[in-house]
């Protein structure tokens, strides 16, 4: 299985494992075939703070580029987020060789799309920071702080930053 598979996998593991009373997730079946139902995200996370799609990548390198998404999946987060569901979309890419994991939210990454840029990188502040410790290849993440992070980042959201000015309303939360 591919470090991308097993980190998705490990994640949303840990999430259940670190908070089986505060939150449910719904995994999204994952089918290569062309002929098959098309999902935005690996799975969809259920907190206190709101509702989250998920998408987990991983790279070697020190930036993700967009191209690995499928075009199918952009297209349906923008969707999403465009139509001001009470729900977000994030993208959690582990660069497994600078350690890092970081979450993008997907408003985010739909404004560099449309700027003309191809990536994101492990060392942009324009995110939250994923906390852990290392074990071999992987991290044992601090899911709690995570989730706390997200609620913070729902309740400074507001549409008209989304839609104007998004980075505006991001600091830098670690």
Partial sequence: MS??????????KQLREQLKDEIVIQRLYDNMSKFALHYPSDYILFTQYG???IECKATKNKSFYFSGFAKHQIDEMKQIVENKATVECYVVVFFYEKGVTKAFNMNYIIK????????VSYDDDICIEIHGKKK??????NMKRFVEELGKHWKESSYECKQ????????RFF
């Fill in 136 to 141: 071999r290849l992987y991290f044992e993440y």
């Fill in 164 to 171: 104007h000015n998004y980075r505006a309303r991001w600091t």
């Fill in 112 to 119: 560099l799309i449309e700027s003309g840029e191809k990536k």
């Fill in 51 to 53: 509702s989250y799609y």
């Fill in 3 to 12: 470090i991308g598979k097993n980190f998705e996998i490990d994640f949303s």
